[in-house]
């Protein structure tokens, strides 16, 4: 500063203060003649503890999930411990590490049904171990509904979990789906023949397609089924343990940290699920 080689600016960027504090603190110097010293800034950082470091590996042993996630499940058992230190933790037991890309604000807006059953959103996954994997799941309640496991991906397979998820859950108004060939013909997506489309049909359900090549439409089952694959390889390949694991334990951001079922069964106890309406 007294020489003028640098700018204020410049000096600021050297070291890594604000431009207004390398003013504040020259004009100190000026005043008594000491140089500054340059302290980090904060509250010091308070240690974890042993003991909550491993209630913190633990918990994500039991079940995986990210910091935000366990900040919520830790808080319900009257642990309260930022998510940032649960980060830190993590990092440190070599169970987590740094996403940069994860703290950029999402250019995408979520959207979400009103009431539960009004839609439904399936998709086949092929797993690790060579199975295909087959999910149904709720667009207002995250709640998977239809589950199985197979050898291969075909329409009776698809007709088979609908069938089973529908005699439990209901008949919902839509059906969303991409355009496989396990879903419906991929030359007429309206061709009578095809078992899965017309077995949908028939059940009352309006069958509806994603665009062609563009799986954004169905993103919330591309992320579910990067989700329960991770669970599913946790639990030894036990998939209905990793989907009661989901529905009924892991707290769901967009839920506002509610699982999936509680979820499902406020909407219900307030009437918000859709109902078939049944001529007599």
Known sequence: MNAGLFSVWHIAKIAKIT??????LYDRYLED????????????????????????????????????????QLKRQGIRLSHNRIHRVLREAKLAKREPKKSKKRKWV????????????????????????????????????????????????????????????????????????????????RDERHAFHVGVTQAGCEHIFTRPAHPQCNGKLEKLNH????????????????????????????????TPFEVWNQKVAKGLKYEKLTKT
């Not at 431009?19 to 504040?24: G, N, T």
């Open 33 to 72: 003649g000491r140089p500054p010293v340059l302290q980090k800034c904060g509250r010091p950082s308070v240690p974890t503890s042993e003991h909550l470091k491993e209630t913190v590996i633990r918990q994500f042993q039991e079940l995986p999930c990210s910091a935000m996630q366990m900040e919520q």
């Open 110 to 189: 979520r959207y979400e049904r009103r009431k539960a059953n009004s839609l439904w959103h399936a998709d086949w996954k092929l797993m690790r171990d060579g199975k295909w994997m087959v999910l149904f799941e709720d667009d207002a309640t995250r709640l998977i509904v239809g589950w199985g496991l197979f050898d291969s991906a075909t329409a009776e397979n698809s007709l088979q979990v609908f069938a089973v998820a529908t005699a439990k859950w209901g008949v919902p108004r839509q059906l969303l789906t991409d355009n496989g060939s396990q879903f419906c013909n991929t030359h007429d997506k």
């Open 19 to 24: 431009p207004r504090w390398v003013r504040k």
């Open 227 to 258: 989700t329960i694959q991770k669970l599913y390889h946790h639990f030894g390949g036990d998939l209905d343990a990793a989907v009661a694991a989901y529905n009924e334990r892991r707290l769901h951001m967009s839920l506002e940290w509610q």
